[in-house]
């Protein structure tokens, strides 16, 4: 029984996640530190000790956001091919430590060939990245590239590890705080809600893991942390 014209028609649209990344990418990291109490950053560590990436690796982040997961990897492959390659030089060659630190001094060499490509659909969230980058001193083997983790712009087996973190779902089961807290810190409640959304359709943590071999993976494991509010699965492909 519809009432008399003239109607009003009015349409709610979901904001997209273009959307939402845009708005919240100068707030990002603040947000990030204030929703999960600073626990990201040991879950990135852990990611990380868990990959244990060797000189040379190439790493393709997808949906890497601010380079949290890059940095890391940065960070990682550096400190283990210097130290391995200055005890090397120390006991074989007979140098000094000074005489090693010079020979350190390009970025480049420091990394042992290893590189990493940032991937994310949002150019406002790269554009925080690589202003991060620049402040925290990150140049060498580092790439932003925008691009759509669906339709990834790379040719095959270009990478050794493919990482996606938070860029399936979301973090922590405190589906009713969240909002506020994009509220109150990012005046945006619409972005936050529908982070939430996207927690609540997430599948189980088994359920994912199925889902990771049903796409041709093997020797699919996860890790459940902090009570389970997040897992860090892993799978080959051989
Ligand atoms: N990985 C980063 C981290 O752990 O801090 C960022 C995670 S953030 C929650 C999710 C990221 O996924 C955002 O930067 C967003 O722009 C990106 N994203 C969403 N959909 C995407 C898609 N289809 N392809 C690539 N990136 C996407």
Request: charged share 20%; no cysteine; hydrophobic share 60%.
């Given at each position: 029984l519809l009432p008399q014209p003239p109607y009003t028609i009015v349409c709610v649209s979901p904001m997209s996640v273009y959307q939402v990344f845009e708005s919240v990418a100068k707030k990002y990291d603040v947000m990030n530190d204030m929703m999960s109490l600073g626990i990201h950053r040991v879950w990135k560590d852990l990611l990380l000790w868990k990959m244990r990436p060797l000189p040379g690796t190439q790493l393709l982040d997808v949906a890497g956001g601010t380079g949290d997961i890059a940095f890391r990897f940065l960070n990682y492959v550096q400190s283990q091919h210097q130290s391995k390659q200055k005890r090397q030089l120390r006991a074989q060659q007979n140098l000094s430590w000074e005489e090693i630190a010079k020979k350190y001094q390009n970025e480049e060499d420091s990394l042992g060939g290893s590189r990493v490509v940032v991937c994310d659909i949002n150019k406002e969230m790269l554009k925080v990245g690589k202003q991060k980058a620049l402040a925290q001193g990150y140049r060498a083997g580092l790439a932003w590239v925008l691009g759509d983790a669906e339709e990834l712009p790379f040719d095959d087996d270009k990478f050794d590890i493919y990482t996606i973190a938070f860029g399936i779902r979301n973090v922590t089961h405190i589906d009713q705080v969240i909002p506020v807290l994009g509220e109150v810190?990012?005046?945006?409640?619409k972005s936050y809600q529908y982070l939430v959304e996207s927690i609540r359709r997430f599948p189980s943590q088994e359920e994912f893991k199925e889902m990771i071999e049903d796409a041709g993976f093997h020797k699919v494991t996860y890790e459940s942390l902090t009570s389970g509010i997040v897992a860090i699965h892993s799978g080959f492909k051989l």
């Open positions: 810190i990012a005046g945006d409640w």
